[in-house]
């Protein structure tokens, strides 16, 4: 009996030894799994960490072209371009206005700026100039009686008369004179013109009209010039004069001024064909010419009425072909006399009138 019992005891023995380490032997399969599972993560970690990686490598390389693209354009004279936004794969880009010519009239206005010209929201009539305190009537100095006072001329009265005004519009690629052609910022033969009128000077090609002369800007950079402004050729050919049985064939006219530089080199050359001597008396005499435009040329006492009249010709190309006469102001009278002189004809420092007939 003993031994029945102590052999059950061994078989119970041996039965939860064996419980035992097959249940050490589970744990342990376990174990094994869990290991395999946790290396197949970090393999797949591994493996999006470098993707990602790579993925910023690349962008970070697109982000360093695009700022060096930026950064090339910024310091061109071509229009800035902004990033605005996009996909993986695509992108917007916003161009901005060219810096180059806005710089031009920007710099240009703040230059006049500085040296005290007058800003006007639009063309200065005489209403706005009568605001800014410039008075063109007629004054009067009162006495102690009402019929003691005396009437009193403002002294700028005669310089407004004599003053001539030019529009300077500056477009976006150029300007024009005067509604004349179109001239380019970048041509070298503008620079001198611009340069002048940057320093609040008259440039020479308008300081020989003659008289006062007025710049007036006019801010246009984001128009482009419309092409009415520019004038068609002028005519070249031949005309005849009327009203002879043999009419005498005029000769090939200069072309008609097209714009202020082309006026300013035709009174130059009127000027310098009236063969002025220093030596003697001068005097200086203003045409008003019957388009309304003024002209102003200096001359000896003893030239003639015929020498105005050559003058005005030559000047202005236009009137060759166009007989006229030249009258005073007032008492209006004709100077039929072409062969009277100045002093004779009591024109010193005087005003005549163009007539066409």
Known sequence: MAYVQEFFCDKATCSKNITMQSQQSGDSTSKDMSSQSVNQMDTGMAEEIVRLRSEVERLL????????????????????????????????????????????????FKSVRERGAVVFDDEPSSTSRGRSGVFSGVGYRLGQTADDHEQVTPSNTQSQENSRLVRLCLYREGFSVDGGALRLYSDPENAEFLSCVRRSEIPPELAGLGGEVRVSLQDRRHEECPKHMVKPPAFTGKGHLLG????????????????????????????????????????TVQFRLADGSRLTGRFNHSHTVADLSAYVSRAEPAYQLRPFALVTTFPSAELADPAATLAAANLLNSTVLQRLK
């Open 61 to 108: 390389c697109e982000n360093r072209e695009l700022r060096e693209e930026l950064a090339r354009l910024k310091e061109s004279d071509e229009a800035q371009a902004f990033y605005a936004g996009g996909s993986e794969r695509s992108g917007q880009q916003i161009l901005g206005p060219g810096k180059g010519r806005k710089d031009i009239v920007t710099e240009m």
């Open 244 to 283: 002879s049985p043999t009419p005498p064939t005029v000769g090939a006219t200069a072309p008609v001024a097209s714009d202020a530089s082309d006026r300013a080199a035709n009174q130059r050359t009127a000027q310098d064909a009236v063969g002025l001597d220093p030596d003697q008396p001068t005097t």
